[in-house]
C-alpha cells in the first residue's frame, strides 16, 4: 500500500488549507489513519487521528482550528486546517494501519509541505 499525500503549500497566518491521503495499489481494510507532522529540526508528532469507526485523536496545539475526517468508502483520510499558524509550518506524514495474521502493519505518506507565513 502506498499513501499519496496532497494539499500542502504556502499560505498565510488565518488562512485555510485542506490535505488528502489515499491509498494506491492494492487495497486492504485500513483501521487508523491520520497525519503527523515534522517542523525543521523537531520530532515528528501526531496531528490527528482517526479510526474507521469514526473515534478522533486530536493534538492540543490544533484542536478547534484543525478537523479529521474519512471516507471508508474510498480509504482516504482528510485533514481540514483552519486559521493556520506559523507554528503549523511543518511536512505533514499521512499514516495508515491494517491489522494481518502477522500483527498489526503501518504505512507512510511521502509528505506533502505546509508553509504559513506570518
Known amino acids: 500500500v502506498q499513501l499519496q499525500a496532497s494539499g500542502g503549500g504556502l499560505v498565510q497566518a488565518g488562512d485555510s488549507l485542506r490535505l488528502s491521503c489515499a491509498p494506491s495499489g492494492s487495497i486492504f481494510r485500513l483501521n487508523t489513519m491520520g497525519w503527523y507532522r515534522q517542523a525543521p529540526g523537531k520530532q515528528r508528532e501526531l496531528v490527528a487521528t482517526i479510526t474507521d469507526g469514526g473515534r478522533t485523536n486530536v493534538a492540543d496545539s490544533v484542536k478547534g482550528r484543525f478537523t479529521i475526517a474519512r471516507d471508508n468508502s474510498k480509504n482516504t483520510v482528510y485533514l481540514q486546517m483552519n486559521s493556520l499558524k506559523p507554528d503549523d509550518t511543518a511536512v505533514y506524514y499521512c499514516?495508515?494501519?491494517?491489522?494481518?495474521?502477522?500483527?498489526?502493519?503501518?504505512?507512510w505518506g511521502q509528505g506533502t509541505k505546509v508553509t504559513v507565513s506570518s
Open positions: 499514516y495508515a494501519d491494517r491489522s494481518t495474521i502477522q500483527g498489526r502493519l503501518d504505512y
